[in-house]
């Protein structure tokens, strides 16, 4: 409540301080009228909102939404017009009456958001990657990240639960850098560093950003470890006014179902004796083969150059293959842009909300393992339509469970951001920023009394769960920004302040013992567990949390020419989560361009058009920790006697430590920019070297004296090296026809340097936990000096044979650390050994566009490489042990001789390598002779159409941004074939 | 004039940002340390704290701690794979057979819990020392009250650890010394020894209003374990001594949970009822109420079936995991009450209550018999695939092994359900303690007086006709049949290991499958992961 008051007050101070500058302003201008038009050399159309500036003066203007401009200029002026997308150009003022300005091909003249702030990208000194709409992955996006997936060198975008529409896709920048810490990238959406993806729509999304390396992450400081995504979505635009519909249909095919055996088959395995008579393909019935997602986008702008704005506003119902697995949601976007005094001040307004509505019931995992496990043989219902439940362990009947339960998720997101920009005089620009993200839920669940956790759990009176959720985010930042030009020396300087409070607040609460399934959900209250001891208790529970960030920064940019460029950035920031020793740090970044291309010596070799070397080093941190660690907590371990009333016990819930401080990321980047022939062939290169340092993590700490096995303290070191390559290529260029194609390729390689120091060890650490029946321990192990993601398991050495008793035949054999060969029982821990890597070596893509005429065809192409897949659905559900339970058919080929239980070794990893064919587009766009529709295209996509690959399990691509990568684990949501039919229409 | 403006402007600024520099945290669901112990609930919530974490080793409540390596390394209890289940890494195969290692969890989780419960008494004692007790309505006589028994509760967690690992650290204050040094086996008998005696007499007596609690009796009962086997730990016999702490509690010196004097119960299923927490026979317990604390001693998942609830009508199932080893339940013979009413073996039928009709009165199995009659077997191995002989711990089924039924927590609509405290200390083990001294002070030959008190208890598991000739006399009971029968008593109860250590035959016997094994494996391994962390520790002989 403090901060919040606080924060205001400092908004006030802030504004009244701006308004006063304001106040102070007036401007002066003279010489002669200059007047004239600016038209696109191909489309010899008039182009709007074109700066028109004196060369070396302040004064300048925007052309008009007919091309046309006017200004005053001293008799043998330059006039200087420049536009994004374009080549800028220099023209005397007395011929500027016709100004035809040329499109930029690969344009370096291309604005790049960079955080506070713009840089053209031929002045970028870091290591930044662009992706414009115009090269978005097509079709019906689930995510908004689904829209850049595989078209950065280095960023991962995964979807591990195929194309369910209430999954997000976890992101990834260069690898892992965290143990505990967030590993997701920052997002910073128009300028909300921790912005909501809900609230974007693909059809309002303009650009993607996506800060790599440290020295250019530096800017956001603690939160740019994991790298930043700025998102920047479209702005109202002076000129005529514009109205655009998109719309598409989009249907999901199965592209793999797991391969269940038959009811037949399953009878040979499984025995005569579980044979139920039916013949039910449970897995086909949890599928909505007729599911249909649509999706409608409205959006107008317009205004001129002193008021322009944008709004939108859209509509999606999203259906997965699944049935009782769907979201709708519906919402808008409002951009408000207004210049005015004179120029000097400016204000931008975005205003963005979504709400939806989402079927949380089907699509989880566990129905569909059940539906794979489920007796093929045993009916769904009885013959008074009583639904059937099989009787073995952890058996459920999912397509009961789905409809006799409910679980329902209402959320409703929004933000609000407004920034003042004032420019007292020209190129020193002072601006205030202030947003507020919200995003709430309700969720609702309700178990019918006829439902088996009803029956089995609550006594059959149903059960009733409602929960809530709010977390409120905001920010306020203030920049000033000044520009100098003292002939060929280019100067920039920011400097800004930045605050952010966040919070989040839930309750919880649940009841059982219903009379009635009428009220469901609606009248928690009816439940009788609420007064009768004997039914299970109704549970509550609410939790708050609160978190502040505050920061300090700065950027000094500095150019020659536009030939050599050195950036230095500096970030001093303190979170309220760390240490008290250690809340604040420093975050600090150089980085420097040559763009040898522009020196004389290069003038001659005209095969080369660009020609640049990048180097930076930056410092940044990582403050995705959970709140409150370095507090000594108290926890609570349940109730005990005291005074004849039985009353909670609390306890030391951790070891302190007051000296909890960031994980610092020290990132040396260097790349080259080339383009040659005719900019036909380009690309990047970039070799990256990251350590991240003081790794958080809950090291083992000595026991006694301490009163708990762990401590969350800054210990380790973490490496990750890269290369990424980015080729641009036109390998066909002809009249009517055009081939673009575009490779990405990124190796990467991590490494757990150290773990220790005097007083912790972690010397190894486990993750990957395998799952009931067995419980068969961690899958892998992480050692100093080692890889992340290091299979650890015992050498499969064979099966029994030949054995006096025949039942004693296809148990396991395993190598033991000597080499001998023992089964199960004699195995240990000291015989586990290094088995494989699940975290891929290489990732690539390589997308293709073609254009004949008004056709357009765009191929993409994704794969990863050189990682290894741990197939649990195997290791569990492909062995004759699981019957009376179904299997695979692994029973019947590659596991037929296995008869023993569940084991884990390298018997079950497999070969992840995997090609994708992502993508296929097919557009057409009408040319139509009407004043009335400016542009028309017709689009058909499919995506996830075909995989190439040696994995038998149902998809390779895997989760491989966490530390547990390369298990394949019991989910069964099938994978999907997207197909999209889409229309966009502008008027 | 431009310029000024901007400097005024950029001074409002710095003004404001002075303001708001500061990165308080308000913890607003969580208690922090500086912000407890204002009265006396608090205060003894904190002090009640290790009683609670006791549950997690001491007894059979799904963690490996104490309760398990002692009893699954031992001859009566075994955690058998049954097919797909149950072979969790080789974990309970490496107890039965003696296999474990110093990175084992078996050697380290147990560590772990423990000391994680001796590390709540040391910063309780901290805390409550530093803390002024009059400012919170408290009087000065609390405190050393309470001190005193977080004092012998700390002691008491360091018996246990010394029992299972011999050599260890100790520390009294939290993070002092930051990595402490092994202290001898003997160093650490004399600290208990010591620690308990110096508290013992500042202890309450056991009341009903302090069940679950370490009064006197707990604390007189922790001397007794101590002094019955000093000879082991030490090397000196405290024969006498054991005999002395045995007779302060039989004659009600430390007080009573139902009268003055604790008392015999007159069956053998009181002492294990979900109204233990008023038996005559309790010492030292840990106290569970399910109705008013939501909290039970939660037995289920180690023993039970998939579907045991139903032969209950329980609200849980349990994991299929620790079953009776066939040689044990040979050992009880067939008109002992104890095997009858303490094991499930045979056909198992459904609560009455959940029958829909007389079809569906059997609970049915869900792996090698899946949807057939829950038939419990002696035997742990392949039946339904026609095995036969001794079996194997690879070799179980879902049914194999007799089946715990010790503790029984009522049905669900009882208003006592699942209220069962877990027995730590309770008299009937002081009669067999005190006649087991009396015999090894008699050159292992029974006196009359030792007879006395092992009939008294044993009485209760036959039938009056069967009585007569279970009796034991001075010729009868001899050591090896008093290790015998403490087993049939005291099954389930956690303490096979100790017994077996200190009758010679831990590391000697043979029982069902297993093989004798080294001396060494008397005591578990220094856990690799603190010898890896602490360069003071001194890993056990043999490791």
């Known amino acids: 409540m403090n901060m919040h008051k606080r924060s205001t007050f400092w908004a006030q101070t802030c504004f009244a301080s701006t308004v006063l500058m304001l106040l102070s302003l007036f401007a002066f201008s003279q010489g002669k009228q200059v007047s004239g038009k600016v038209t696109d050399a191909e489309t010899k159309t008039p182009i709007p909102g074109v700066s028109v500036q004196v060369k070396n003066t302040s004064t300048g203007t925007i052309s008009k939404p007919d091309g046309t401009f006017s200004l005053t200029a001293p008799e043998n002026a330059v006039l200087v017009f420049s536009f994004i997308g374009y080549d800028s150009k220099e023209v005397p003022a007395n011929a500027a009456s016709n100004v035809v300005l040329k499109p930029s091909v690969k344009s370096l003249q291309d604005v790049v958001v960079i955080g506070y702030g713009t840089q053209k990208r031929n002045e970028v000194t870091t290591s930044v990657a662009t992706v414009k709409a115009e090269s978005f992955n097509q079709g019906g996006a689930r995510s908004p990240m689904d829209l850049v997936q595989g078209k950065v060198a280095g960023l991962t975008v995964t979807r591990t639960s195929g194309n369910n529409p209430n999954s997000s896709a976890s992101i990834q920048i260069r690898g892992i850098t965290s143990m505990t810490g967030d590993m997701e990238p920052l997002i910073v959406i128009d300028g909300i560093p921790g912005g909501n993806l809900d609230l974007l729509q693909q059809d309002d999304i303009a650009s993607f950003d996506v800060l790599k390396d440290g020295a250019a992450a530096a800017i956001y400081g603690t939160r740019g470890n994991n790298g930043v995504i700025l998102i920047t979505t479209k702005k109202g635009k002076a000129g005529e006014p514009l109205f655009t519909y998109s719309t598409y249909v989009q249907r999901e095919a199965v592209a793999k179902k797991p391969g269940i055996l038959s009811a037949a088959d399953y009878v040979k395995i499984a025995g005569e004796n579980n044979n139920q008579g039916a013949n039910v ?98 009916p769904v219902t009885d013959a008074n339509g009583k639904y059937i439940e099989t009787n073995g362990f952890n058996n459920y009947n999912p397509l009961a469970r789905l409809l006799q339960e409910q679980n329902w998720r209402d959320q409703k997101t929004s933000s609000g951001d407004l920034r003042l920009t004032l420019e007292p005089i020209n190129d020193l620009k002072i601006s205030a920023f202030g947003a507020i993200v919200s995003d709430e839920w309700n969720d609702r669940e309700y178990r019918s009394k006829a439902s088996l956790s009803s029956v089995r759990d609550y006594q059959g009176g149903g059960y009733a769960r409602k929960a809530n959720r709010s977390e409120k985010n905001r920010t306020f930042e203030t920049t000033v920004d000044y520009t100098k030009k003292i002939s060929d020396h280019t100067f920039n300087i920011m400097g800004g302040y930045s605050y952010q409070y966040s919070t989040w607040e839930t309750y919880d609460m649940s009841n059982n013992g219903f009379l009635t399934d009428a009220f469901e959900d609606w009248r928690i209250d009816a439940g009788n567990a609420l007064n009768d001891p004997k039914l299970p208790r109704p549970s509550m529970n609410s939790r708050k949390e609160d978190n502040i960030l505050i920061a300090f920064f700065g950027r000094l940019n500095y150019n020659y020419q536009q030939k050599y460029m050195f950036q230095a950035i500096l970030r001093h920031e303190g979170s309220s989560r760390f240490g008290a020793n250690y809340k604040w740090g420093n975050f600090p970044s150089v980085s420097a361009g040559w763009v040898i291309s522009k020196e004389s010596f290069m003038e001659d070799i005209n095969v080369i058009n660009h020609l640049k070397l990048r180097a930076g080093y930056g410092v940044t941190g990582n403050q995705g920790i959970p709140n409150y660690k370095s507090l000594i907590t108290m926890s609570t371990g349940g109730a005990y006697l005291q005074n004849g009333k039985w009353i909670q016990t609390y306890g ?66 973490l490496s990750n090296n890269g290369v990424e390559i980015v080729l641009n290529t036109v390998p066909v260029k002809i009249k009517d026809f055009s081939w673009n194609s575009d490779v990405t390729f990124t190796f990467q390689k991590n490494r757990v340097i ?178 009335y529709i400016k542009n028309l295209r017709l689009y058909a996509t499919g995506r996830n159409i075909a995989t190439i690959t040696g994995y038998s399990g149902l998809d390779p691509e895997l989760q491989d941004t966490a530390l547990d990568s390369g298990i394949d684990n019991r989910g069964f949501y099938p994978r999907t074939r997207s197909y999209t039919i889409g229309l966009n229409i502008g008027f | 004039m431009k310029k000024r403006n901007v400097y005024i402007g950029a001074a409002l600024m710095a003004l404001g940002m002075s303001a708001c520099t500061k990165l308080d945290e308000k913890p607003y669901s969580e208690v922090t340390k500086d912000n407890f112990y204002h009265n006396k609930e608090e205060v003894l919530s904190a002090v009640l704290r290790p009683f609670t974490h006791a549950n997690a080793w001491a007894a059979p409540t799904g963690q490996l701690g104490y309760w398990r390596v002692s009893e699954l390394s031992a001859d009566q209890l075994a955690w058998p794979q049954k ?92 993070g002092v010394p930051a990595t402490p040094e092994t202290k001898s086996r003997k160093e650490v008998f004399e600290f208990i020894e010591k620690e308990i005696k110096d508290n013992v007499e500042q202890l309450q007596k056991l009341s009903p209003s302090l069940v679950g609690r370490v009064t006197k009796a707990g604390g007189y009962a922790m001397l007794v374990e101590l002094y019955l086997n000093a000879q082991e730990w030490t090397g000196t016999p405290r024969w006498d001594d054991c005999i002395t702490y045995c007779n302060k509690i039989i004659a009600g010196d430390g007080g009573s949970l139902s009268g003055s004097i604790p008392a015999l119960e007159p069956n053998i299923t009181n002492a294990f009822a979900n109204t233990n927490s008023a038996s005559p026979e309790g010492l030292f317990q840990i106290a569970y109420d399910f109705r008013s604390g939501n909290f039970r001693f939660g037995w289920e998942g180690d023993f039970w079936h998939y579907r045991q609830r139903q ?25 002992d009450l104890r095997k009858q009413q303490w094991m499930l073996i045979g056909l198992q039928k459904k609560d009455p209550a959940l029958r829909t009709s007389v079809a569906d009165s059997v609970v049915l199995g869900t792996e090698e018999y899946n949807g057939k009659p829950l038939v419990f077997v002696k035997e742990i191995r392949r039946n339904s695939e026609g095995e036969t002989g001794e079996g194997g711990m690879t070799r179980g089924e879902e049914n194999s092994g007799a089946r715990f039924a010790k503790y029984l927590p009522g049905k669900t609509d009882d208003p006592n359900y699942w209220g069962n405290d877990f027995m730590l200390y309770r008299l009937t083990e002081i009669y067999y303690n005190k006649a087991e001294a009396l015999m090894r002070k008699n050159g292992g030959q029974a006196t009359q007086e030792a007879v006395d008190l092992i009939n008294t208890c044993k009485k209760r598991a036959f039938k009056p006709e069967d009585w007569a000739k279970e009796a034991y006399t001075t010729t009868t009971l001899t050591m090896d049949e008093l290790l015998a029968e403490r087993g049939r008593e005291f099954i389930f109860e956690g303490k096979r290991r100790q017994d077996l250590i200190r009758f010679g035959k831990f590391t000697t016997a043979s029982w069902w499958d297993h093989k004798p094994t080294s001396d060494k494996y008397k005591l578990f391994a220094i856990p690799f992961k603190q010898t890896s962390i602490n360069p003071n520790l001194k890993q056990n002989p043999g490791y």
């Open chain 2, 311 to 335: 032969i209950y009508n329980a609200d849980r199932d349990g994991n299929n995991g620790i079953v009776v080893i066939p040689t044990a339940y040979d050992a009880f013979k067939d008109n």
């Open chain 1, 652 to 717: 030391p819930e951790k070891n302190p430590n007051p000296d909890l401080r960031w994980e610092r990321k020290k990132e040396f980047n260097i790349g080259l920019d080339w383009s040659i022939l005719n900019n036909r062939l380009g690309g990047s290169i970039d070799v990256y070297k990251r350590r991240t340092e003081d790794l958080l993590f809950d090291y083992s700490a000595p026991l006694p004296s301490l009163v708990l096995d762990r401590i969350y303290t800054n210990v380790g070191t």
């Open chain 2, 83 to 174: 097919g797909r289940h149950g072979y969790d890494g080789g974990n309970w195969i490496r107890l039965h057979n003696h296999q474990w290692i110093a990175n084992d969890d078996n050697c380290w989780n147990p560590w772990r819990l423990m000391f994680w419960g001796m590390g709540f008494c040391n910063a309780t004692i901290k805390d409550l020392e530093g803390l002024d007790f009059p400012s919170i309505g408290m009087t000065n006589e609390d405190k050393a009250s309470i001190i005193a028994e977080t004092k012998v509760l700390r002691a008491w967690h360091y018996l246990k650890l010394m029992d299972l690992y011999g050599n260890i650290p100790i520390t009294t204050e939290v």
């Open chain 1, 281 to 378: 393909d449970m897995y086909n019935m949890l599928l909505d083969k007729n599911n249909l997602s649509h999706y409608h986008n409205f959006a107008a702008s317009g205004g001129t150059a002193n008021t322009n704005y944008r709004a939108s506003i859209y509509y999606n119902d999203a259906n997965g293959i699944a049935i009782q697995n769907g979201r709708q949601q519906y919402g808008g976007r409002i951009n408000i842009n207004q210049t005015g005094l004179q120029g000097k001040l400016s204000l931008q307004l975005n205003l963005a909300t979504n709400f939806n509505k989402a079927n949380m019931n089907g699509g989880r995992d566990g129905d569909f393992e059940q539906a794979v496990q489920r007796n093929p043989t045993a």
């Open chain 1, 754 to 931: 150290s773990f220790s120091n005097d007083v912790y060890k972690a010397t190894q650490q486990f993750y990957g936990d395998l799952p009931s029946p067995g419980n068969l321990g961690m899958a892998i192990r992480v050692v100093e000096g080692g890889p992340l993601g290091t299979f650890y398991g015992y050498r499969f050495a064979g099966f029994t044979q030949n054995q006096a008793d025949p039942r004693d035949n296809g148990k396991w054999l395993f190598y033991k650390k000597d080499g001998s060969v023992v089964g199960t029982d004699q195995i240990n821990e000291d015989d586990k050994t290094v088995i494989g890597t699940g975290i891929p070596k290489y990732l690539a893509s390589w997308s293709n566009t073609f254009r004949y005429k008004n056709w357009d065809l765009s191929v993409f192409f994704r794969g990863k490489f050189g990682f290894k897949i741990l197939n649990l659905q195997e290791m569990y559900f492909g062995s004759k042990k699981w019957s009376p339970n179904n299997m695979l058919n692994y029973v019947l080929g590659r596991d037929a001789q296995l008869n023993d239980a569940p084991a884990y070794s390298d018997y079950y990893l497999e070969k992840g390598d995997f090609v994708k064919l992502d993508n296929i587009t097919l557009g057409y766009n009408f040319h139509l002779k009407t004043k």
